[in-house]
């Protein structure tokens, strides 16, 4: 049994995030495949395949095969799609994926408790540092929309409200890092019902129960009590068809927390902006300070000086400044996002040398 365990988790590696080998991970994996899933997982692909070839390519009945892979995907280990009614499925990559299922549906359990516990251990023993070494960052940093500069040229995958009025399908679910925390007893207290799906991903997560289905309205909303928390929206960094916005805090949030925890900057792309100060017009108050949360803003002499290595360009400081003293300007070194999801993949998968 060990060794399916073993051969599962060199599996999950070759996925472009990775997933560093590990006893917590084994415990991981222990606890949310029984050993007959995991054998299976071994034999799944990493892209959608027809159920009936897998069970072709597997030598295994069809209806059994499809009775465990919609119990996997009932468990958030398995993708799962209907096209041309045809099933297909894919195994789900630790990251991201299997990690944000197992707490999307906000459940306070024993179980779930020491789930967390295991991946917040693995998270601090390496899995957190290991899974950002690409020089491409997996997710993206979506500046407040309104705060992005009049006259400038405003790229289609930057408009965050756009994205949401053109989507055809969306869905809300629970902020998987700050439940993850919540049931650490380390959660900041942020909104939780503020995490957006879009597309076949999203229909996947409403079908599973791991999401429900909303309106443009309702997502519009959640995006604008998320920005007067003081979050920040985090996407797919890629241009097309990204498959959820989150919106993330410094101390809770994976990605983020990367660079405020872990000290890893670049864990995620910052937008094409980034803010600075007049002194003239900047008060001394610190406002701005207590809404970064990536601590790139310090007082010296009365006034905010804001550390343009550390500014993610996020907005909040702007839309938050009392004295209407922070504005942004285009980042001179930014680099576009990928075209979509499998340029993406590909990308980080050469960089961390797995091509």
């Known amino acids: 049994m060990d060794d399916v365990y073993n051969r599962l988790m060199k599996r ?37 395949e027809e159920l009936g070839s897998i069970a072709g390519r597997t030598g295994r009945n069809e209806d059994e095969l499809r009775g465990m892979l919609e119990t996997m995907a009932d468990k958030g280990l398995v993708l799962a ?23 999307m549906k906000g459940e306070v359990t024993p179980r779930k408790r020491k789930i967390a516990e295991l991946f917040d251990e693995y998270y601090y023993e390496g899995w957190g540092q290991d899974s950002f070494t690409s ?6 940093v979506m500046m407040v929309e309104e705060e992005i500069p009049r006259g400038e040229e405003v790229l ?17 679910t629970t902020c998987f890092c700050r439940h993850e925390a919540e049931l650490l007893g380390k959660s ?25 289905k909303a309106s443009v309205e309702e997502v519009l909303d959640a995006l604008d009590r998320a920005e007067k928390a003081g979050l920040v929206h985090v996407t797919d960094n890629i241009q097309e068809k990204i498959n ?12 983020l927390g990367t660079m405020t925890r872990l000290n890893i900057s670049g864990a995620v792309a910052s937008s094409r902006y980034t803010a600075g100060v007049d002194s003239d017009l900047c008060n001394g108050c610190g406002t701005c300070l207590d809404v970064c949360h990536m601590k790139a803003i310090r007082l010296e002499d009365e006034l905010a ?23 942004v300007r285009v980042r001179e070194d930014w680099k576009a996002p990928a075209g979509n999801i499998a340029e993406l993949g590909m990308t980080v998968l050469a960089e961390r040398g797995k091509l």
């Not at 020089?135 to 993206?140: F, G, H, W």
């Not at 289609?156 to 869905?171: D, G, H, L, N």
């Not at 799906?197 to 129960?209: M, N, T, Y």
């Open 12 to 48: 999950m590696d070759d996925f472009p995030a990775g997933a560093l080998g590990s006893e917590h991970l084994l415990g991981i994996l222990r606890m949310i495949f029984d050993a007959e899933e995991a054998e299976l997982a071994l034999d799944l692909p990493s892209a959608l």
């Open 81 to 103: 799609r209907e096209k041309g009614g045809k099933r297909y499925y894919n195994l789900l990559p630790l990251l991201p994926g299997i990690f944000e299922l197992q707490f």
């Open 135 to 140: 020089k491409t960052a997996l997710a993206r």
């Open 156 to 172: 289609p995958y930057e408009k965050v409200s756009e994205f949401i009025k053109e989507s055809t399908y969306m869905a809300l």
């Open 188 to 212: 900041c207290g942020a909104p939780k019902d503020v995490c957006m799906c879009f597309g076949p991903f999203a229909e996947f997560l409403v079908e599973r129960g791991f999401a429900r």
């Open 244 to 255: 959820f916005i989150c919106n993330c805090c410094g101390c809770c949030c994976g990605f």
């Open 305 to 327: 000086v804001i550390a343009g290595e550390k500014c993610i360009g996020c907005g909040l400081c702007v839309s938050n400044c009392p004295s209407l003293a922070i504005s």
